[in-house]
Structures are given as C-alpha cells and as structure tokens.
C-alpha cells in the first residue's frame, strides 16, 4: 500500500529526525549514532578493570601542543616587539597604510600558523602535526629584535 | 566562484610585500655602489623578499586544493602574514650586515 505521506517506504522517521543534514559531509556524528556508541560502551565497561592508560602518542601529542602553544606565544610577542622598532621611511598616505598592515599581520603571524595547523591536521599522525609547528616557529623568527638583542 | 575572488583578494593582499620586495632589489645595489659598497649587497636578501611572499601564495594555493573554503583562505592568511614577517625579517638582517658606510 503506498503511503500518502510520499517519503520513503523504507526510510526510519526516527533516523531522519535524529540527523542534520550535512553531518556526514561535516565529518561530524549525528547524535543517534552517537547515542549507539555510548550504549555500546557502557554495556562493554568492565567493572574490575582500571581506567585504560592514555595511550603514549596522545600524550606525545598533547604535549607537543601545548609546548608550541608557549613557543608561539613568545613568537607573537618577539614580533610585538619587533615592529616598535621597524620603520617606514614612507611619508605617503597609502604606503603607510600597508606597511602599517603589513606589521599587523606579522604579529599575528605566530598565532595564525598555531591556529591553522591545530585546525586543519584534526586526524594527522603526530608527526606532520608538529612538523608543521616547527617549521612555522623556523620561518617566523621575530628577526629584527632578536638582531637587536644579539648586537 | 567564491574561490576565485578569495584568489584575487588575497593576490593583492600578497602583491604589496612583493612591491617592498621588488623595489629593494631595485633600489638597493644603487644605493649601495654610491655609498662605496657596492661588493656588500645582500642578494640572497633581496632575493628572499621578491621569492618569498610569490612562493608563499603558490604553497598556500597548492597545500588548500581541494580543502573547503574556509580552509584555504586561512591558509592563504598564514602564507600572507608569513610573507610580511619575512619581509621584515630581511629588511632587518640587510641593515644588520650592511658595512658602515
């Protein structure tokens, strides 16, 4: 018998109305597989036994993370610092205005590179994870206090 | 579509550290032989501030391809601020090794 309503005979209506659409292109979890996952896990919890340890590559991971994060800090500050004492011989209005930007952005730079990484390698292995922080803390020395500093 | 004006937003945003860049290579040997240096120029200097913010925009375009948008606009950020600190960076080592004059 086909059914007025028009949707799918074999569609669950519980699913569809538990899911976002875009969830699955998102890479997110819809909550009802969520929800199956965590009854899975709590019926799997085996009372006698410890807390499993963390596994030592998400330690490594963390922190390496966190120790970028002060290395980066010190980057934007380093810049912060670098920019009070470059100067634009310039005296037009528009050269100004983008050698202004310019300093702007270099003392976002640090923080930009940290954000990006931290975003966009969610599922890297380690290893690219912090090869990527290293080569952003390589390639954005606040060179001009550090010279200042070494002379 | 929206892709491409990021594209060309951002190719302007990287054009002014190339300028800075250009017009040191320019201006700067010049300078240099008038002053009696002439031996000392930087190149490699000079070299890395017209390279860089160029190279940078390339890697930031090829490391977003196919990656959604708002991913390779960030990326495309961080190529940009990075070209500027490298702007600034060799602005400064060329003052830090030029010759009393």
Redesign the interface.
């Known amino acids: 018998m086909a059914r007025a309503s028009g949707s799918h005979p074999d569609h669950d209506d519980d699913d569809e109305a538990l899911r976002w659409a875009g969830d699955d292109v998102r890479g997110g979890v819809d909550p009802l597989t969520r929800n199956r996952v965590a009854e899975v896990a709590t019926a799997s919890i085996d009372d006698g036994a410890d807390a499993a340890p963390a596994s030592p590559g998400n330690l490594a991971r963390t922190a390496a993370t966190v120790g970028f994060a002060v290395l980066y800090l010190a980057i934007v500050v380093g810049?912060i610092l670098?920019?009070q004492i470059?100067g634009s011989t310039a005296t037009d209005l528009f050269s100004q205005v983008?050698w202004q930007?310019?300093?702007f952005?270099?003392i976002?730079?640090g923080a930009?590179?940290y954000?990006?990484v931290l975003?966009?390698t969610p599922d890297s292995r380690t290893a690219i994870r912090v090869g990527w922080f290293a080569l952003g803390i390589a390639?954005?020395?606040?060179?001009?206090i550090l010279?200042v500093l070494a002379? | 579509m929206s892709k491409v004006v990021v594209w060309i937003v951002f190719g302007l945003l990287y054009a002014?550290?190339l300028f800075?860049g250009i017009s040191n290579l320019i201006a700067l040997p010049p300078y240099y032989a008038a002053n009696g240096i002439g031996a000392a120029v930087p190149w490699w200097l000079l070299v890395i501030g017209v390279a860089a913010p160029v190279l940078l925009y390339l890697a930031a375009l090829w490391i977003g391809r196919g990656?959604e948008l708002f991913?390779r606009t960030?990326?495309l950020?961080?190529g940009?601020?990075?070209a500027?600190?490298?702007?600034?960076?060799a602005?400064?080592?060329a003052s830090?090794v030029q010759p009393a004059l």
């Open positions: 810049w670098s920019v470059t983008a930007f310019g300093e952005v270099a976002i730079a930009l590179w954000l990006t975003t966009l390639v954005l020395l606040p060179w001009p010279l002379s | 002014y550290p800075e990656r991913a960030l990326i950020a961080v940009l601020a990075t500027n600190a490298l702007v600034l960076s602005v400064s080592w830090a």
